[in-house]
T-cell receptor, first 116, second 114 residues
Framework: AQTVTQSQPEMSVQEAETVTLSCTYDTSESDYYLFWYKQPPSRQMILVIRQEAYKQQNATENRFSVNFQKAAKSFSLKISDSQLGDAAMYFCAYRSAWEIGNQFYFGTGTSLTVIP | SQTIHQWPATLVQPVGSPLSLECTVEGTSNPNLYWYRQAAGRGLQLLFYSVGIGQISSEVPQNLSASRPQDRQFILSSKKLLLSDSGFYLC?????????????FGSGTRLTVV
């Protein structure tokens, strides 16, 4: 099984500021996908952004962007112009391109607090 | 459109009682289905996944079991609950054919074993 590590259990950011959440993973595969999910207090898991390992260009979705460093096996999430609604638990996830079952491997999460 | 239903939303069960959580998907065929557990303050642990009717793969040995009696139905069961089974259970699905596709999650079941 692959391992995903989120070394920051908790982070905080001032409203309108930028914050970066870290994620590293361990794999011997060359083809895979990486995701960031958001889990607000409602506990509903919401897909924030995804990245294909074969793409060198970093994915961007509005205020959310990633810094994907394949050689370093690093996949950080940057949230710009933070809003109160961004407060949530954020999970980094890995998915093999070839593994039967397509299961995701999740990190332990980073709890983000947005300070007004 | 594709939707996923998971119920019940909340459940309080005594130790030793049976468990049945159900998940159904609408608007798609032959999905991959998953059960995850999220313990308090921790990440998501994959419990079971299924790539087709009657096909169940277990990731973690435990007193839980899963079944897929129909293409879009996934059931998590236990004959006798333990205190350690408490947690938040999430059902999810995706389509194998679209390997870039992320999971779609259900709204979860909060299980408290007392």
């Amino acid at each position: 099984a692959q391992t995903v590590t989120q070394s920051q259990p908790e982070m905080s950011v001032q409203e309108a500021e930028t914050v970066t959440l870290s994620c590293t993973y361990d794999t011997s595969e060359s083809d895979y996908y990486l995701f960031w999910y958001k889990q607000p207090p409602s506990r509903q898991m919401i897909l924030v952004i995804r990245q294909e390992a074969y793409k060198q260009q970093n994915a961007t979705e509005n205020r959310f962007s990633v810094n994907f460093q394949k050689a370093a096996k690093s996949f950080s999430l940057k949230i710009s112009d933070s809003q109160l609604g961004d407060a949530a638990m954020y999970f980094c996830a890995y998915r093999s391109a070839w593994e039967i079952g397509n299961q995701f491997y999740f990190g332990t999460g980073t709890s983000l607090t947005v300070i007004p | 459109s594709q939707t996923i239903h998971q119920w019940p939303a909340t459940l309080v069960q005594p130790v030793g009682s049976p468990l049945s959580l159900e998940c159904t998907v609408e608007g798609t065929s032959n999905p991959n289905l998953y059960w995850y557990r999220q313990a308090a303050g921790r990440g998501l642990q994959l419990l079971f996944y299924s790539v087709g009717i009657g096909q169940i793969s277990s990731e973690v040995p435990q007193n839980l079991s899963a079944s897929r009696p129909q293409d879009r139905q996934f059931i998590l069961s236990s004959k006798k609950l333990l205190l350690s089974d408490s947690g938040f259970y999430l059902c999810a699905w995706n389509i194998y054919a679209d390997s870039n596709y992320g999971y779609t999650f259900g709204s979860g079941t909060r299980l408290t074993v007392v």
